[in-house]
């Protein structure tokens, strides 16, 4: 078996190999139960030979999906480890280029390299860049190029003679949502791993990987320091967390001390949690023009939580301490799964739209800023997951699959359609904001003077303001967009009454 080395420098310059990545399932924390389903997979590839006389072989795809940040790559990584097989990592997005035939190519030198050193495994992380689905909306454009990268993935996958090339090819992504469904029928990536965001305990084990090498003052106070982090970093990645720990010790450095102490994780903390974006984290720094837009905005999106609440996910407060184009509002850790309802998913785009309604209502649409940039492309987006994924408008769900040639100017009547919702919410928003402007007001002295807020003083303040009655927001007159898109002439439409 010759070294790897020589194939990162050849033509395959897109993919990153590894003999060995070194890294074990000891390096992964929380979510104990993904190394024990994956446990089954590293034995088949360590045995490769054993087994493959007992006619066991190993899957061929396994698809890790979650937010970025919570170890996918690192889980890919270990499982290599573990079975002592070689790596060879590439990005979706770099089979998506301009030039065609480029993706098709690029696709066969992958698999053509992990194959030469089978047993082995094939990682392509942001697989959605090439995998998503064929037919939806074309929204990066390249559409046809991707097209034939996604048919090689497939080829290649069905094309494995399992008896004589052990390759793993393992996905991730964080938009299982838009991936093309036949990659993941039976034979292909047909082993799903959700790899979430950690519970307080999952926190506490990925801490405690992190600080092994570095110096606290006695095992005692670790342990103490670290459960405080864990209990305050609800909906942090495991990648957030190392970073805290990194930071703490390049401050302890800074300050030479000899160990990492509370201040130092509390700053850090505190650091993490505010996103760098204008790389302030502190509002006494903050110009009061800022201050004041960030306050009004924190204070719609607490009121539109009050009015719309979601069952499953209690905030628990907001607060203008760190400075990014999404609201701080933060949430109660909660567990079970929730259902949604057709409402729920229109009351997301509505609070989605806060932050920009309430910065036009008090600053005008002339002088909009960033900290609302985001908020329109947030609730196109639900409204896009409401048409194109749930099946819940009229719309149906027969957009995408072979169907697609027959419908003419698709994507601009998925748009009108998107172009209802977002009128809706952006009229039903205001409406909201103007009837408690009281309630927004209150909340925003209160977020000037305090710096923060909790919820239970939220839902007061919500329910005592007085409040200034609206004129009725029309709904959303799908259906009269379905008379229309009736004549389209496509199954799978489901008829109202
Ligand atoms: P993803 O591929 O999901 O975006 P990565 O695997 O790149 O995430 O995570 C980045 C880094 O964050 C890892 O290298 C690791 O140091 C740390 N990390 C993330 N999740 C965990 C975890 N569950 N346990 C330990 N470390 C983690």
């Known amino acids: 078996r010759s070294t790897l080395g020589s194939l990162g420098k050849s033509r395959a310059k897109f993919i990153s190999a590894e003999e060995t990545t070194g890294v074990t399932f000891a390096d992964f924390a929380g979510q104990e139960y993904i190394k024990g389903e994956l446990q089954e997979i590293v034995q088949i590839l360590k045995n490769d030979e054993q087994y493959r006389d007992k006619g066991i072989y190993c899957p061929k795809g396994v698809l890790l999906h979650g937010p970025p940040g919570t170890g996918k790559t690192l ?276 609070r989605a739209c806060a932050p920009r309604v309430i910065e036009e209502e008090m600053f005008g649409a002339d002088n909009l800023c960033w900290m609302s940039s985001k908020a329109t492309a947030q609730a196109a987006y639900h409204a896009e997951i409401l048409i194109l994924q749930t099946g819940m408008t009229a719309f149906g769900k027969a957009y995408y699959g072979h169907r697609k040639d027959l419908v003419p100017n698709l994507a601009a009547k998925l748009e009108a359609l998107r172009h209802e919702y977002m009128r809706f919410a952006v009229d039903k928003c205001s409406s909201v904001l103007r009837e408690y402007r009281s309630a927004v007001e209150t909340i925003t002295d209160v977020l000037l003077e305090k710096g923060k807020i909790k919820a239970e003083e939220i839902w007061d303040i919500y329910a005592k303001a007085p409040r200034i009655p609206q004129p009725p927001v029309h709904p959303v007159d799908e259906y009269g967009t379905l008379i229309y898109a009736g004549r389209w002439g496509i199954h799978g439409i489901s008829l109202p009454g």
């Open 75 to 350: 889980l890919a990584k270990a499982i290599a480890g573990e079975a002592g097989v070689p790596f060879f990592a590439a990005n979706g997005t770099d089979f998506v280029e301009m030039f065609v035939g480029v993706a098709a190519s690029r696709v066969k030198d992958l698999f053509a390299s992990a194959r030469s050193y089978a047993p082995s495994i094939i990682f392509i992380d942001e697989i959605d860049a090439i995998g998503s689905k064929r037919g939806g909306p074309d929204i990066g454009g390249g559409g046809a190029e991707r097209e034939q990268g996604l048919l090689q993935i497939l080829t290649e996958l069905d094309g494995f003679k399992v008896s004589t090339s052990q390759v793993l090819v393992i996905g991730a992504t964080n938009r299982l949502d838009i991936l093309d469904p036949a990659l993941l029928r039976k034979g292909r990536f047909d082993k799903i791993i959700r790899v979430g965001l950690p519970s307080k305990d999952g926190r506490l084990a990925i801490l405690r990987v992190h600080a092994m090498n570095k110096s606290f003052r006695s095992e005692v106070e670790k342990e103490i320091l670290l459960q405080e982090i864990a209990e305050n970093t609800v909906d942090f990645t495991g990648a957030e967390l190392q970073n805290i720990l990194n930071e703490a010790a390049i401050l302890t450095a800074r300050k030479d001390l000899d160990y990492i102490g509370q201040d130092e994780l509390l700053e850090a903390l505190k650091r993490q949690k505010g996103t760098f974006e204008t790389g302030q984290e502190d509002s006494t720094a903050m110009p009061e023009e800022l201050k004041l837009r960030l306050a009004y905005r924190e204070a719609a999106v607490a009121v539109l939580a009050c009015y719309y609440p979601e069952p499953h996910r209690p905030f628990s407060e907001t607060n203008i301490n760190s400075i990014r184009s999404k609201p701080n509002m933060r949430y109660a850790e909660t567990s079970g799964k929730p259902f949604s309802r057709k409402s729920d998913y229109v009351n997301n785009i509505v």
